[in-house]
Protein backbone atom coordinates (compact mmCIF):
# COMPACT_ATOMS: atom_id res chain seq x y z
CA UNK A 1 0.00 0.00 0.00
CA UNK A 2 3.04 1.99 0.96
CA UNK A 3 4.51 1.75 -2.91
CA UNK A 4 1.61 2.98 -4.83
CA UNK A 5 0.74 6.22 -2.52
CA UNK A 6 4.74 7.18 -2.67
CA UNK A 7 5.00 6.02 -6.42
CA UNK A 8 3.02 9.09 -7.66
CA UNK A 9 5.10 11.63 -5.88
CA UNK A 10 8.77 10.48 -6.93
CA UNK A 11 10.14 12.84 -10.05
CA UNK A 12 11.09 11.05 -13.12
CA UNK A 13 14.68 10.56 -12.19
CA UNK A 14 14.10 8.71 -8.97
CA UNK A 15 11.26 6.84 -10.74
CA UNK A 16 13.56 5.45 -12.69
CA UNK A 17 16.03 4.78 -10.66
CA UNK A 18 13.78 2.57 -8.31
CA UNK A 19 11.95 1.01 -11.30
CA UNK A 20 15.87 -0.22 -12.22
CA UNK A 21 15.97 -1.62 -8.31
CA UNK A 22 18.94 0.86 -8.09
CA UNK A 23 17.28 2.19 -5.06
CA UNK A 24 14.41 1.58 -2.69
CA UNK A 25 11.46 3.31 -2.74
CA UNK A 26 11.38 4.72 0.52
CA UNK A 27 15.03 5.93 0.42
CA UNK A 28 14.33 7.35 -2.97
CA UNK A 29 11.05 9.78 -1.67
CA UNK A 30 13.28 10.51 1.70
CA UNK A 31 16.06 11.85 -0.84
CA UNK A 32 13.57 13.65 -3.13
CA UNK A 33 12.20 15.28 0.20
CA UNK A 34 15.77 16.23 0.95
CA UNK A 35 16.42 17.79 -1.84
CA UNK A 36 13.43 20.16 -2.09
CA UNK A 37 14.24 20.86 1.57
CA UNK A 38 17.96 21.90 0.90
CA UNK A 39 17.04 23.34 -2.72
CA UNK A 40 20.10 20.74 -4.51
CA UNK A 41 19.31 19.51 -7.28
CA UNK A 42 19.00 15.46 -6.80
CA UNK A 43 21.76 14.38 -8.74
CA UNK A 44 23.90 16.14 -7.07
CA UNK A 45 22.07 14.59 -3.86
CA UNK A 46 22.20 11.55 -4.62
CA UNK A 47 25.62 11.35 -5.74
CA UNK A 48 27.18 12.97 -2.40
CA UNK A 49 24.94 10.40 -0.47
CA UNK A 50 26.57 7.32 -2.76
CA UNK A 51 23.24 5.74 -3.10
CA UNK A 52 23.70 4.80 -6.55
CA UNK A 53 27.28 4.27 -8.31
CA UNK A 54 28.01 7.16 -10.73
CA UNK A 55 28.12 5.66 -13.19
CA UNK A 56 24.84 4.05 -13.40
CA UNK A 57 23.12 7.35 -11.83
CA UNK A 58 24.65 9.09 -14.91
CA UNK A 59 23.20 6.29 -17.34
CA UNK A 60 19.89 6.64 -15.85
CA UNK A 61 19.90 10.10 -15.66
CA UNK A 62 20.87 10.38 -19.43
CA UNK A 63 18.15 7.84 -20.48
CA UNK A 64 15.71 9.98 -18.97
CA UNK A 65 16.55 13.83 -20.02
CA UNK A 66 17.62 13.01 -23.29
CA UNK A 67 21.36 13.89 -22.78
CA UNK A 68 24.60 11.89 -24.37
CA UNK A 69 26.85 11.13 -21.84
CA UNK A 70 30.79 11.43 -21.90
CA UNK A 71 33.55 9.81 -19.85
CA UNK A 72 35.76 12.07 -18.45
CA UNK A 73 38.35 9.32 -17.35
CA UNK A 74 40.62 9.26 -20.28
CA UNK A 75 39.70 12.79 -20.46
CA UNK A 76 43.05 15.10 -20.67
CA UNK A 77 42.68 18.30 -19.69
CA UNK A 78 45.14 19.43 -21.68
CA UNK A 79 42.55 19.69 -24.29
CA UNK A 80 39.76 21.87 -22.59
CA UNK A 81 39.31 25.26 -24.69
CA UNK A 82 41.08 27.58 -22.40
CA UNK A 83 39.42 30.38 -24.61
CA UNK A 84 36.39 29.59 -23.10
CA UNK A 85 37.11 28.64 -19.66
CA UNK A 86 35.24 31.33 -18.01
CA UNK A 87 35.57 30.68 -14.41
CA UNK A 88 32.82 32.92 -13.52
CA UNK A 89 30.46 30.59 -15.24
CA UNK A 90 32.09 27.51 -14.39
CA UNK A 91 31.63 27.89 -10.85
CA UNK A 92 28.07 29.57 -11.21
CA UNK A 93 26.62 26.65 -13.25
CA UNK A 94 28.83 23.99 -12.25
CA UNK A 95 29.81 23.18 -16.03
CA UNK A 96 32.69 23.42 -17.75
CA UNK A 97 32.98 23.74 -21.10
CA UNK A 98 35.30 20.27 -22.85
CA UNK A 99 35.57 20.96 -26.40
CA UNK A 100 34.74 22.99 -28.99
CA UNK A 101 34.48 20.94 -32.78
CA UNK A 102 33.76 23.32 -35.68
CA UNK A 103 31.61 26.28 -34.31
CA UNK A 104 29.68 24.06 -31.56
CA UNK A 105 31.16 24.00 -27.86
CA UNK A 106 30.41 21.63 -25.45
CA UNK A 107 29.98 21.19 -21.49
CA UNK A 108 29.69 19.26 -19.47
CA UNK A 109 27.38 18.85 -16.39
CA UNK A 110 26.59 16.84 -13.68
CA UNK A 111 23.15 18.22 -13.13
CA UNK A 112 20.37 17.43 -16.12
CA UNK A 113 18.16 20.13 -15.09
CA UNK A 114 20.41 23.18 -15.42
CA UNK A 115 19.25 24.62 -18.43
CA UNK A 116 20.49 28.08 -17.44
CA UNK A 117 24.53 26.31 -17.96
CA UNK A 118 24.42 26.21 -21.91
CA UNK A 119 21.94 30.02 -22.62
CA UNK A 120 24.26 31.71 -20.54
CA UNK A 121 27.87 29.71 -22.22
CA UNK A 122 25.91 30.41 -25.10
CA UNK A 123 25.73 33.96 -24.65
CA UNK A 124 29.54 34.81 -23.31
CA UNK A 125 30.97 32.52 -26.18
CA UNK A 126 28.51 33.29 -28.88
CA UNK A 127 28.61 29.46 -30.09
CA UNK A 128 26.10 26.75 -30.36
CA UNK A 129 26.04 25.01 -27.23
CA UNK A 130 25.39 21.30 -26.02
CA UNK A 131 25.42 20.14 -22.86
CA UNK A 132 27.21 16.63 -21.85
CA UNK A 133 26.62 14.48 -18.76
CA UNK A 134 29.42 13.33 -16.66
CA UNK A 135 29.45 11.77 -13.54
CA UNK A 136 29.79 14.42 -10.62
CA UNK A 137 32.83 13.65 -8.66
CA UNK A 138 35.15 13.29 -12.10
CA UNK A 139 33.84 16.93 -13.06
CA UNK A 140 34.80 17.99 -9.32
CA UNK A 141 38.27 17.07 -9.98
CA UNK A 142 38.32 18.23 -13.47
CA UNK A 143 37.01 21.79 -12.90
CA UNK A 144 39.91 21.57 -9.54
CA UNK A 145 42.33 21.19 -12.37
CA UNK A 146 41.43 23.34 -14.74
CA UNK A 147 40.58 26.22 -12.72
CA UNK A 148 44.04 26.03 -10.87
CA UNK A 149 46.11 25.90 -13.28
CA UNK A 150 44.42 29.01 -15.04
CA UNK A 151 44.80 30.90 -11.97
CA UNK A 152 47.77 29.13 -9.78
CA UNK A 153 50.14 31.39 -11.17
CA UNK A 154 48.58 34.89 -10.64
CA UNK A 155 47.26 34.65 -7.08
CA UNK A 156 49.94 36.25 -5.25
CA UNK A 157 50.07 39.27 -7.45
CA UNK A 158 46.73 40.20 -6.47
CA UNK A 159 44.64 43.10 -8.52
CA UNK A 160 46.53 46.33 -7.75
CA UNK A 161 49.68 43.96 -9.15
CA UNK A 162 48.61 43.35 -12.38
CA UNK A 163 47.03 46.52 -12.89
CA UNK A 164 50.84 48.05 -12.27
CA UNK A 165 51.99 45.41 -15.17
CA UNK A 166 50.02 45.70 -17.63
CA UNK A 167 51.50 48.80 -19.10
CA UNK A 168 51.47 49.43 -22.90
CA UNK A 169 55.22 49.55 -24.99
CA UNK A 170 55.62 51.64 -27.49
CA UNK A 171 56.06 50.13 -31.28
CA UNK A 172 60.02 51.88 -31.87
CA UNK A 173 62.90 49.75 -30.72
CA UNK A 174 64.66 52.19 -28.35
CA UNK A 175 61.20 53.12 -26.97
CA UNK A 176 60.65 49.48 -26.00
CA UNK A 177 64.10 48.65 -24.63
CA UNK A 178 63.36 51.76 -22.18
CA UNK A 179 60.43 49.94 -21.40
CA UNK A 180 62.46 46.59 -21.13
CA UNK A 181 65.20 47.86 -18.99
CA UNK A 182 62.49 49.44 -17.04
CA UNK A 183 60.18 46.41 -16.20
CA UNK A 184 63.43 44.01 -15.27
CA UNK A 185 63.30 45.63 -11.81
CA UNK A 186 59.51 46.33 -11.77
CA UNK A 187 58.29 45.12 -8.07
CA UNK A 188 55.34 43.33 -9.66
CA UNK A 189 57.51 41.43 -12.43
CA UNK A 190 59.77 40.41 -10.16
CA UNK A 191 57.08 38.61 -8.05
CA UNK A 192 55.67 37.41 -11.09
CA UNK A 193 59.01 35.91 -12.02
CA UNK A 194 59.73 34.72 -8.58
CA UNK A 195 56.49 33.05 -8.22
CA UNK A 196 57.15 31.02 -11.61
CA UNK A 197 60.26 29.78 -10.58
CA UNK A 198 58.80 28.46 -7.16
CA UNK A 199 55.66 27.17 -8.61
CA UNK A 200 57.65 25.24 -10.60
CA UNK A 201 60.22 23.74 -8.18
CA UNK A 202 56.78 22.53 -5.67
CA UNK A 203 55.22 20.89 -8.97
CA UNK A 204 58.39 19.49 -8.86
CA UNK A 205 58.82 20.46 -12.94
CA UNK A 206 61.82 19.48 -15.12
CA UNK A 207 61.58 23.01 -18.06
CA UNK A 208 59.63 26.62 -17.71
CA UNK A 209 58.53 27.72 -21.16
CA UNK A 210 57.87 31.59 -21.24
CA UNK A 211 56.44 31.96 -24.76
CA UNK A 212 54.91 35.14 -26.56
CA UNK A 213 52.93 34.90 -29.48
CA UNK A 214 50.90 37.53 -31.33
CA UNK A 215 48.34 38.41 -29.36
CA UNK A 216 48.78 35.84 -26.24
CA UNK A 217 52.09 35.12 -23.66
CA UNK A 218 51.80 31.67 -22.46
CA UNK A 219 53.99 29.89 -19.41
CA UNK A 220 54.02 26.50 -19.49
CA UNK A 221 55.65 23.59 -17.43
CA UNK A 222 57.22 20.26 -18.35
CA UNK A 223 55.51 18.21 -15.45
CA UNK A 224 56.69 14.44 -15.58
CA UNK A 225 57.52 15.01 -19.18
CA UNK A 226 54.45 16.28 -20.77
CA UNK A 227 54.10 20.21 -20.97
CA UNK A 228 51.12 22.04 -19.22
CA UNK A 229 49.98 25.18 -19.36
CA UNK A 230 49.81 27.14 -16.32
CA UNK A 231 49.35 30.75 -16.49
CA UNK A 232 48.67 33.55 -19.40
CA UNK A 233 49.78 36.85 -18.32
CA UNK A 234 49.25 39.99 -20.34
CA UNK A 235 50.85 40.04 -23.45
CA UNK A 236 51.99 43.68 -23.27
CA UNK A 237 54.22 42.13 -20.19
CA UNK A 238 56.44 39.83 -22.72
CA UNK A 239 59.60 41.97 -23.10
CA UNK A 240 59.37 43.03 -19.22
CA UNK A 241 59.07 39.52 -18.23
CA UNK A 242 61.59 38.35 -20.24
CA UNK A 243 64.05 41.01 -19.63
CA UNK A 244 63.73 40.10 -15.64
CA UNK A 245 64.86 36.51 -16.43
CA UNK A 246 67.89 37.98 -18.89
CA UNK A 247 68.94 40.15 -16.03
CA UNK A 248 68.63 37.20 -13.20
CA UNK A 249 70.45 34.81 -16.15
CA UNK A 250 73.28 37.67 -16.87
CA UNK A 251 72.28 37.66 -20.51
CA UNK A 252 73.00 40.93 -22.50
CA UNK A 253 69.30 42.53 -22.32
CA UNK A 254 69.57 44.82 -25.18
CA UNK A 255 70.65 42.06 -27.54
CA UNK A 256 67.67 40.42 -28.92
CA UNK A 257 68.22 39.39 -32.24
CA UNK A 258 70.48 35.99 -31.19
CA UNK A 259 70.06 33.43 -28.77
CA UNK A 260 71.88 33.81 -25.33
CA UNK A 261 72.77 31.25 -22.43
CA UNK A 262 72.76 32.10 -18.86
CA UNK A 263 72.16 30.60 -15.98
CA UNK A 264 70.48 31.61 -12.31
CA UNK A 265 71.52 30.01 -9.21
CA UNK A 266 67.99 30.22 -6.53
CA UNK A 267 69.30 29.40 -2.56
CA UNK A 268 65.89 27.84 -1.20
CA UNK A 269 67.80 27.32 2.57
CA UNK A 270 71.02 26.98 4.07
CA UNK A 271 71.61 23.18 2.81
CA UNK A 272 69.66 23.64 -0.98
CA UNK A 273 70.03 25.65 -3.80
CA UNK A 274 68.31 25.18 -7.61
CA UNK A 275 69.93 25.96 -10.68
CA UNK A 276 68.05 26.99 -13.72
CA UNK A 277 69.81 26.67 -17.11
CA UNK A 278 68.31 29.03 -19.32
CA UNK A 279 68.06 30.06 -22.69
CA UNK A 280 66.89 32.88 -24.77
CA UNK A 281 65.78 32.02 -28.86
CA UNK A 282 64.25 34.74 -30.80
CA UNK A 283 61.39 34.45 -32.76
CA UNK A 284 58.73 36.12 -34.37
CA UNK A 285 56.75 38.43 -31.65
CA UNK A 286 59.89 38.01 -28.58
CA UNK A 287 62.04 36.33 -26.94
CA UNK A 288 60.87 32.66 -26.20
CA UNK A 289 62.95 31.82 -22.81
CA UNK A 290 63.41 28.26 -21.52
CA UNK A 291 64.71 27.60 -18.39
CA UNK A 292 65.56 23.76 -17.20
CA UNK A 293 65.37 23.23 -13.98
CA UNK A 294 68.69 21.45 -12.41
CA UNK A 295 67.73 19.47 -9.04
CA UNK A 296 71.28 17.89 -7.54
CA UNK A 297 68.84 15.74 -5.44
CA UNK A 298 67.76 14.14 -8.45
CA UNK A 299 71.07 12.45 -8.98
CA UNK A 300 71.22 11.72 -5.07
CA UNK A 301 68.10 9.31 -5.14
CA UNK A 302 69.54 6.02 -5.21
CA UNK A 303 69.70 3.11 -7.96
CA UNK A 304 66.56 1.40 -6.10
CA UNK A 305 64.63 4.30 -7.08
CA UNK A 306 64.95 4.43 -10.58
CA UNK A 307 62.95 1.73 -11.61
CA UNK A 308 65.48 -1.28 -12.47
CA UNK A 309 64.40 -4.54 -12.27
CA UNK A 310 66.46 -6.86 -10.39
CA UNK A 311 68.19 -8.50 -12.75
CA UNK A 312 69.16 -5.27 -14.74
CA UNK A 313 70.56 -3.14 -11.69
CA UNK A 314 72.51 -6.58 -10.93
CA UNK A 315 74.06 -5.97 -14.04
CA UNK A 316 74.72 -2.14 -13.91
CA UNK A 317 75.74 -2.80 -10.71
CA UNK A 318 78.79 -5.38 -12.34
CA UNK A 319 79.56 -3.44 -15.36
CA UNK A 320 80.33 -0.34 -12.18
CA UNK A 321 82.54 -2.75 -10.38
CA UNK A 322 85.07 -3.48 -13.47
CA UNK A 323 88.21 -2.15 -13.49
CA UNK A 324 88.37 -0.48 -17.34
CA UNK A 325 85.82 -1.08 -20.06
CA UNK A 326 82.51 0.99 -21.59
CA UNK A 327 79.31 1.89 -19.88
CA UNK A 328 77.26 3.55 -22.72
CA UNK A 329 73.64 5.05 -21.85
CA UNK A 330 71.58 5.47 -24.77
CA UNK A 331 67.74 7.25 -25.87
CA UNK A 332 66.41 10.71 -26.32
CA UNK A 333 66.75 14.04 -24.95
CA UNK A 334 64.95 14.07 -21.93
CA UNK A 335 65.14 10.32 -21.18
CA UNK A 336 67.04 10.28 -17.89
CA UNK A 337 70.25 9.33 -19.37
CA UNK A 338 72.30 11.90 -17.26
CA UNK A 339 70.11 10.63 -13.93
CA UNK A 340 71.45 7.08 -14.80
CA UNK A 341 75.18 8.11 -15.24
CA UNK A 342 75.56 10.32 -12.39
CA UNK A 343 73.71 7.64 -10.22
CA UNK A 344 76.48 5.11 -11.13
CA UNK A 345 79.21 7.94 -10.57
CA UNK A 346 77.50 8.54 -6.85
CA UNK A 347 78.53 4.70 -6.43
CA UNK A 348 81.90 5.01 -7.89
CA UNK A 349 82.57 8.28 -6.02
CA UNK A 350 85.08 7.38 -3.09
CA UNK A 351 87.99 9.24 -2.04
CA UNK A 352 90.25 6.48 -3.48
CA UNK A 353 89.40 7.33 -7.15
CA UNK A 354 89.87 10.16 -9.13
CA UNK A 355 86.98 11.27 -11.48
CA UNK A 356 86.53 13.14 -14.30
CA UNK A 357 83.92 14.27 -16.34
CA UNK A 358 82.97 16.28 -19.44
CA UNK A 359 79.67 17.75 -20.44
CA UNK A 360 77.57 19.88 -22.32
CA UNK A 361 77.35 21.77 -19.67
CA UNK A 362 77.00 20.32 -16.28
CA UNK A 363 73.47 20.26 -15.17
CA UNK A 364 74.69 18.04 -11.90
CA UNK A 365 77.00 19.09 -9.45
CA UNK A 366 78.62 16.05 -7.28
CA UNK A 367 81.50 17.04 -4.78
CA UNK A 368 84.38 14.78 -4.97
CA UNK A 369 83.97 14.81 -9.31
CA UNK A 370 85.90 17.13 -11.30
CA UNK A 371 83.59 18.46 -13.72
CA UNK A 372 84.54 20.21 -16.99
CA UNK A 373 82.07 22.11 -19.15
CA UNK A 374 82.70 21.90 -22.61
CA UNK A 375 83.48 25.51 -24.98
CA UNK A 376 83.83 24.82 -28.47
CA UNK A 377 84.36 28.69 -29.05
CA UNK A 378 87.78 28.50 -27.06
CA UNK A 379 88.49 25.04 -28.44
CA UNK A 380 87.48 22.68 -25.12
CA UNK A 381 85.89 19.81 -26.67
CA UNK A 382 84.64 17.15 -25.65
CA UNK A 383 87.97 15.48 -27.69
CA UNK A 384 90.40 17.90 -26.25
CA UNK A 385 89.08 17.15 -22.50
CA UNK A 386 89.71 14.00 -22.93
CA UNK A 387 93.20 13.73 -24.10
CA UNK A 388 93.54 16.24 -21.09
CA UNK A 389 92.01 13.81 -18.59
CA UNK A 390 94.31 10.81 -19.50
CA UNK A 391 97.21 13.39 -18.49
CA UNK A 392 95.98 13.25 -15.02
CA UNK A 393 95.66 9.56 -14.17
CA UNK A 394 92.20 8.91 -14.09
CA UNK A 395 89.99 6.14 -12.38
CA UNK A 396 86.73 7.08 -14.05
CA UNK A 397 85.69 8.93 -16.91
CA UNK A 398 82.09 10.03 -17.40
CA UNK A 399 82.16 11.90 -21.41
CA UNK A 400 78.60 14.39 -21.62
CA UNK A 401 78.15 12.58 -25.29
CA UNK A 402 80.25 10.79 -28.15
CA UNK A 403 79.44 12.99 -31.22
CA UNK A 404 81.87 12.21 -33.61
CA UNK A 405 84.16 10.00 -34.00
CA UNK A 406 87.29 11.29 -32.95
CA UNK A 407 85.33 11.71 -29.29
CA UNK A 408 84.60 7.58 -29.81
CA UNK A 409 88.19 6.81 -30.66
CA UNK A 410 89.30 8.38 -27.66
CA UNK A 411 87.23 7.09 -25.44
CA UNK A 412 87.26 3.26 -26.63
CA UNK A 413 91.47 3.61 -26.55
CA UNK A 414 90.69 5.04 -22.50
CA UNK A 415 88.22 2.32 -21.39
CA UNK A 416 90.88 -0.11 -23.49
CA UNK A 417 94.09 1.27 -21.24
CA UNK A 418 92.90 0.72 -17.66
CA UNK A 419 89.95 3.23 -17.65
CA UNK A 420 86.24 3.17 -16.68
CA UNK A 421 84.18 4.94 -19.05
CA UNK A 422 80.61 5.78 -18.75
CA UNK A 423 79.08 7.62 -21.86
CA UNK A 424 76.04 8.57 -24.42
CA UNK A 425 74.29 8.11 -27.44
CA UNK A 426 71.31 9.06 -28.98
CA UNK A 427 70.22 5.71 -30.47
CA UNK A 428 66.51 4.16 -30.04
CA UNK A 429 67.73 0.73 -28.24
CA UNK A 430 70.80 -0.98 -27.25
CA UNK A 431 71.19 -2.88 -30.21
CA UNK A 432 71.36 -0.40 -32.51
CA UNK A 433 73.90 1.79 -30.79
CA UNK A 434 76.49 -1.04 -31.85
CA UNK A 435 75.98 -0.59 -35.06
CA UNK A 436 75.87 3.52 -34.56
CA UNK A 437 79.53 3.13 -33.39
CA UNK A 438 80.86 1.26 -36.14
CA UNK A 439 79.04 3.57 -38.94
CA UNK A 440 80.83 6.18 -37.57
CA UNK A 441 83.96 4.92 -38.04
CA UNK A 442 85.23 2.70 -34.95
CA UNK A 443 86.52 -0.48 -36.19
CA UNK A 444 84.43 -3.34 -34.82
CA UNK A 445 87.37 -5.24 -33.09
CA UNK A 446 87.49 -2.07 -30.71
CA UNK A 447 83.70 -2.06 -30.32
CA UNK A 448 83.91 -5.98 -29.10
CA UNK A 449 87.12 -5.70 -26.84
CA UNK A 450 86.02 -2.61 -24.69
CA UNK A 451 81.96 -2.17 -24.06
CA UNK A 452 81.16 -3.62 -21.44
CA UNK A 453 77.38 -2.90 -21.02
CA UNK A 454 74.65 -0.61 -23.13
CA UNK A 455 71.39 0.47 -21.15
CA UNK A 456 68.56 2.09 -23.30
CA UNK A 457 66.06 3.27 -21.43
CA UNK A 458 62.74 5.66 -21.64
CA UNK A 459 61.15 7.78 -18.85
CA UNK A 460 56.93 7.03 -18.46
CA UNK A 461 54.70 9.16 -15.66
CA UNK A 462 53.92 6.28 -13.04
CA UNK A 463 50.48 6.14 -11.76
CA UNK A 464 49.13 7.89 -9.23
CA UNK A 465 48.63 4.58 -6.25
CA UNK A 466 45.72 6.91 -5.03
CA UNK A 467 43.20 7.51 -7.67
CA UNK A 468 44.36 4.61 -10.34
CA UNK A 469 41.90 1.99 -11.51
CA UNK A 470 42.22 -1.35 -13.22
CA UNK A 471 40.86 -1.76 -16.75
CA UNK A 472 39.47 -4.77 -18.57
CA UNK A 473 41.18 -5.52 -21.81
CA UNK A 474 39.90 -8.44 -24.26
CA UNK A 475 42.70 -11.10 -24.60
CA UNK A 476 42.65 -10.52 -28.73
CA UNK A 477 43.87 -6.78 -27.80
CA UNK A 478 45.94 -7.95 -25.28
CA UNK A 479 48.07 -9.88 -27.62
CA UNK A 480 48.28 -6.98 -29.89
CA UNK A 481 49.73 -4.81 -27.35
CA UNK A 482 52.69 -7.93 -26.80
CA UNK A 483 51.57 -9.76 -24.25
CA UNK A 484 52.45 -13.35 -23.87
CA UNK A 485 49.80 -16.06 -23.97
CA UNK A 486 51.22 -16.95 -20.34
CA UNK A 487 51.46 -12.88 -19.20
CA UNK A 488 47.35 -13.31 -20.25
CA UNK A 489 46.88 -17.18 -18.48
CA UNK A 490 48.32 -15.24 -15.18
CA UNK A 491 45.68 -12.73 -15.29
CA UNK A 492 46.92 -9.75 -17.04
CA UNK A 493 45.70 -6.44 -14.72
CA UNK A 494 46.42 -3.07 -16.44
CA UNK A 495 45.67 -0.05 -14.54
CA UNK A 496 44.36 3.86 -16.34
CA UNK A 497 45.23 7.04 -15.00
CA UNK A 498 41.91 8.70 -13.35
CA UNK A 499 43.12 11.92 -12.08
CA UNK A 500 42.95 13.37 -8.27
CA UNK A 501 43.92 16.22 -5.91
CA UNK A 502 47.39 14.56 -5.02
CA UNK A 503 48.26 13.91 -8.79
CA UNK A 504 49.03 15.73 -12.40
CA UNK A 505 46.23 13.92 -14.62
CA UNK A 506 46.34 10.37 -12.90
CA UNK A 507 50.28 10.15 -12.73
CA UNK A 508 52.81 11.00 -9.95
CA UNK A 509 56.23 11.42 -10.84
CA UNK A 510 58.28 9.44 -13.51
CA UNK A 511 59.90 5.73 -13.40
CA UNK A 512 62.66 4.16 -15.77
CA UNK A 513 62.18 1.88 -18.41
CA UNK A 514 65.14 -0.29 -18.97
CA UNK A 515 66.97 -2.33 -22.01
CA UNK A 516 69.76 -3.50 -20.06
CA UNK A 517 72.48 -5.59 -22.42
CA UNK A 518 75.77 -6.95 -21.48
CA UNK A 519 78.18 -7.91 -23.76
CA UNK A 520 78.58 -11.72 -23.93
CA UNK A 521 81.10 -13.71 -25.71
CA UNK A 522 78.46 -14.57 -28.49
CA UNK A 523 77.45 -10.73 -28.73
CA UNK A 524 81.28 -9.75 -29.33
CA UNK A 525 81.50 -13.01 -31.81
CA UNK A 526 78.48 -10.82 -33.94
CA UNK A 527 79.96 -7.27 -33.65
CA UNK A 528 83.35 -8.98 -35.38
CA UNK A 529 81.33 -10.98 -37.84
CA UNK A 530 79.77 -7.73 -38.82
CA UNK A 531 75.93 -8.44 -37.57
CA UNK A 532 73.29 -5.86 -38.14
CA UNK A 533 71.46 -4.22 -35.63
CA UNK A 534 68.37 -6.93 -36.49
CA UNK A 535 70.87 -9.90 -35.85
CA UNK A 536 71.94 -7.96 -32.86
CA UNK A 537 68.52 -7.48 -31.19
CA UNK A 538 67.79 -11.09 -32.21
CA UNK A 539 71.10 -12.63 -30.10
CA UNK A 540 69.84 -10.41 -27.30
CA UNK A 541 66.60 -12.02 -27.75
CA UNK A 542 68.25 -15.18 -27.83
CA UNK A 543 70.08 -14.39 -24.18
CA UNK A 544 66.99 -13.61 -22.67
CA UNK A 545 67.48 -9.75 -22.71
CA UNK A 546 64.57 -7.57 -22.90
CA UNK A 547 63.17 -5.26 -25.38
CA UNK A 548 62.04 -1.73 -24.20
CA UNK A 549 58.55 -2.69 -25.15
CA UNK A 550 59.01 -5.78 -22.96
CA UNK A 551 60.38 -3.78 -20.00
CA UNK A 552 57.00 -1.31 -20.18
CA UNK A 553 54.23 -4.04 -20.23
CA UNK A 554 56.33 -5.92 -17.24
CA UNK A 555 56.04 -1.90 -15.83
CA UNK A 556 52.18 -2.34 -16.65
CA UNK A 557 51.95 -5.65 -15.53
CA UNK A 558 53.16 -4.50 -11.69
CA UNK A 559 50.45 -1.49 -11.89
CA UNK A 560 53.92 1.07 -12.00
CA UNK A 561 52.26 2.66 -15.46
CA UNK A 562 49.77 2.48 -18.08
CA UNK A 563 49.51 0.76 -21.04
CA UNK A 564 48.92 4.27 -22.71
CA UNK A 565 51.90 5.36 -21.28
CA UNK A 566 53.65 2.58 -22.21
CA UNK A 567 52.78 3.14 -26.37
CA UNK A 568 53.14 6.92 -25.70
CA UNK A 569 57.32 6.62 -25.21
CA UNK A 570 58.15 2.91 -26.35
CA UNK A 571 56.02 2.75 -29.74
CA UNK A 572 57.88 3.54 -32.87
Known sequence: MANTTTAPRLPGLAKRLVEAGLIAEDIASQLVEEAQSQQTPLMTLLASKGQVAEARLVEAAAEEFGLPVFDLGSFDAELLPKDHLNEKLIQKHHALPLMARGNRLYIGVSDPTNLGATDEFKFATGMPVE?????????????????????????????????????????????????????????????????????????????????????????????????????????????????????????????????QDGRIKLKLSRT????????????????????????????????????????????YLK?????????????????GKTVSLYTGLGILNTADRNISTAEDPSEINMPGVNQVNINPKVGLTFASALRAFLRQDPDVIMVGEIRDLETAEISIKAAQTGHLVLSTLHTNDAPQTLTRLANMGVPPYNIASSILLIIAQRLARRLCPNCKEPEKLPEEALRKEGFTDADIQNGVVSYRAVGCDQCTNGYKGRLGIYQVMPISDDMQRGILEGYNSMQLAEQAEKEGIEDLRRAGLVKVMAGLTSLEEVNRVTKD
Open 319 to 335: ALSRPYGMILVTGPTGS
Open 131 to 259: AVLVEPHKLDRLIDTALSAASSLMDDLGDDGLDGLAIESGGEDDKESSDTAEGADDAPVVRFVNKVLMDAINRKASDIHLEPFEKDFRVRFRIDGVLHEVAHPPNSLAPRITARVKVMSRMDIAERRVP
Open 272 to 315: RAIDFRVSSLPTLYGEKIVMRILDPSSAAMGIDQLGYEEHQKEA
